[in-house]
């Protein structure tokens, strides 16, 4: 998985309202699409192999920790748009069934 290039977006992957100086765009930290801060103030703790993914050396967009690049280690609580919140919600919910949930970009609208 990619994060989305904030180049190519300039509005919200969620609404639809164009990013501003006070609209500002942040990362879904599950699916990689810039949202708003309405649309991505829900936070989940993600799994370390999604973590891993999202926070690769090849990842021009992750935050940067003491000139290293952030782990994704431990039990820190990640920025994810509302629709990763739902699927996330619904895959917990069900995990005693065995489902899981759909690892594909989070596409709405």
């Known amino acids: 998985d990619q994060w ?6 300039n509005s919200c992957a969620r609404c639809r309202q164009k990013f501003t100086i006070l609209r500002r765009r942040h ?3 599950y699916c ?3 949202c708003c801060d309405k649309c991505s103030k829900q936070r989940r703790e993600l799994e370390s ?3 891993a993914r999202m926070y690769s050396p090849n990842n ?3 935050k940067k920790q003491n000139g290293a690049a952030a ?4 039990d820190k609580m990640e920025r994810v748009c509302t629709v990763c919140a739902e ?3 619904k ?4 995990s005693a069934g065995g489902g899981g949930v759909d690892k594909k970009k989070c596409n709405v609208m």
């Open 4 to 9: 989305e290039a904030k180049s190519i977006r």
């Open 27 to 29: 990362h879904c930290r």
């Open 32 to 34: 990689g699409q810039l």
């Open 49 to 51: 192999e999604r973590k």
């Open 60 to 62: 021009p967009y992750q």
């Open 71 to 74: 782990s994704g280690d431990g």
């Open 87 to 89: 699927k996330i919600r």
């Open 91 to 94: 895959h917990v919910a069900q």
